[in-house]
């Protein structure tokens, strides 16, 4: 089992940026890809990006294609995610999760390939 814990949610006017971190802890972090997700009131919860455990492989939603960034810290047990350019749209509550199988080549986008998640970190983007 791992332990995940987001931080770094808040309130921004759309156009501005935060920075999501996800510290993990109780397993081995750096054998597991990690994911982003995020779920908006009353819709399904959706992928936002994950990366390889080695962090040589990234994948996005193309909602945040060139504007999120997704970035991990081995030494650190910690994952993050560089959001900038905000829209309103990407109002949610944003959870990690770290992958079911280790040292997996190429990232999962679905969530059921993810078996530890985090509480969750709100993020409301004004207009």
């Known amino acids: 089992q791992v332990q995940l814990v987001e931080s770094g949610g808040g309130l921004v006017q759309a156009g501005g940026s935060l920075r999501l971190s996800c510290a993990a802890s109780g397993r081995t972090f750096n054998r597991y890809a990690m994911g982003w997700f995020r779920q908006a009131p009353g819709k399904e919860r959706e992928f936002v990006s994950t990366?390889?455990?080695?962090?040589?492989?990234?994948d996005y939603a193309d909602s945040v294609k060139g504007r999120f960034t997704i970035s991990r810290d081995n030494a650190k047990n910690t994952v993050y995610l560089q959001m900038n350019s905000l829209k309103p749209e990407d109002t949610a509550v944003y959870y990690c999760?770290?992958?079911?199988?280790?040292?997996?080549?190429?990232?999962?986008?679905?969530?059921?390939?993810?078996?530890?998640w985090g509480q969750g970190t709100q993020v409301t983007v004004s207009s």
């Open positions: 999760a770290s992958d079911a199988l280790s040292f997996r080549d190429v990232p999962a986008r679905s969530s059921r390939e993810y078996e530890n």
């Open positions: 990366i390889t455990w080695s962090g040589g492989h990234t």
